[in-house]
């Protein structure tokens, strides 16, 4: 896999060269601060343009038959939140032309323009706005349905207070509610002018198609880079146990854990390695402490956020089983100091991590999201962190045990009723 880095005027292109896929896959990525009323804005955007129909193309069938003319090409939206930074994303997917015509480039490229640059607008509004704009409402309220989506926002907003990982769309819904056609039409044409341009292209791509087609693409936009360049965030909360009941048999019980006073090396390498121990792997202290001898969850595991540098244990449990099964994930918590604990799990764990980080090549989604996180901060590569955690040892993960704070414990309480 080869990467070159092209900045132009008013956009930076990102060449990833790799023979390992058949399609050839554009990422355009627009960034800027985040702005909690805008990036509602996005996410009614990521929903409306690519089905309001374009001057070429008047409606969302006639859209469906050129992409599906074009070897069944893909187009999609969406918008999303990093650390302090905002994004809306448009990709495209379509069939590498070698292995059908060379003019698949210029009409793809020519279809993925006219879907962002030429959408059907009236009086400064959009076509498709009101049945949009109540799905995404809809959407949104039946978070509430999905218990362990709803459980991690009610989590979040307690763990994560004050910062922007703590924002809540469901509790946000009047905003949603507020939004206007004219306003969004105004949010559009800021990717016009105020957002920082990435265009990451990954195949076995013809380059000086690409840059024809690039250059072609995005003729008209300027950039503007008004993006934080510090992604990572302090988290400042003290411990506490929150619960909140709802309707169901199960529980979920969800706990946050803070690391504190890391070093570079902790948090961008031993910490994956620590929570891959504690509970994403099949032999986890986890899963073995509180799953498999005591039978009190029916699934438990751990994530890092490495921008916050914390990890959240994920458990689904009844109600009844809280204290016990809190008991042991401290005393979980509390085996990673001891040498002789990670002895015996280290080396799997690290096949485990291998095997993911294999996987990596194979997911063009992956690729560009490490690209483009480089974009704002020293992130290391898959290949310094395959031979950073090949040479750990058990010391540094229980080192690093040593700096864990258990801060949040949030129970979503599972209340029988007579519907359930």
Known sequence: MEYKKI???????????????????????????????????????????????????????????????????????????????????????????????????????DMFREIIVNPIIK?????????????LINSINNVKDNMGAYGSLLFNERFYKDTIYAENNYKDIDIFKSLTNKQLYKTYLKLFDSF??????????????????????????????????????????????????????????????????LTIEERDYQMLLYSTILGSMNNSVLFVNVREKNSLCYHIGSTINRFTKTIIIDSGINKENFDETLRLIKESLESMKDESVIDSLIDNAKKTLNIAFNDFYENPFKIVNYYYLREFTNIPSIEDRKKYIDNMTSKNVSDLAKKIDIKEVFLLEGVKNEEN
């Not at 058949?22 to 690519?50: A, H, S």
């Not at 009086?123 to 799905?135: L, P, S, Y």
């Not at 990954?202 to 380059?207: A, F, L, S, V």
């Open 7 to 109: 900045k132009k005027d008013n956009y930076t292109l990102h060449l990833i060269k790799t023979d390992r896929f058949k399609t050839i896959n554009v990422g355009l990525k627009f960034t800027k601060l985040y702005d909690k009323n805008e990036f509602c804005y996005l996410k009614l955007l990521e929903r409306v343009l690519p089905m309001n129909g374009t001057k070429k193309y008047k409606n969302v069938n006639e859209i469906t038959k050129k992409l599906e003319s074009l070897y069944n090409a893909g187009i999609t939206f969406r918008s999303l939140i990093t650390s302090k930074n905002m994004s809306f994303e448009a990709s495209l997917r379509f069939i590498n032309p070698k292995y059908t015509e060379m003019s698949i480039y210029n009409e793809t490229f």
């Open 123 to 135: 009086d400064n509004c959009f076509n498709v706005f009101d049945v949009h704009k109540e799905n």
């Open 196 to 261: 920082k341009i990435d265009v990451f292209v990954i195949g076995d791509y013809d380059e000086e198609s690409v840059l024809t087609n690039v250059d072609k693409l995005l003729k008209g936009f300027k950039e503007k880079d008004n993006t934080s360049k510090e992604l990572y965030i302090d988290i400042k909360s003290k411990y506490k146990i929150d619960k909140e009941e709802y309707p169901a048999n199960q529980s979920i019980l969800l706990v946050g854990l803070t690391l504190k006073d």
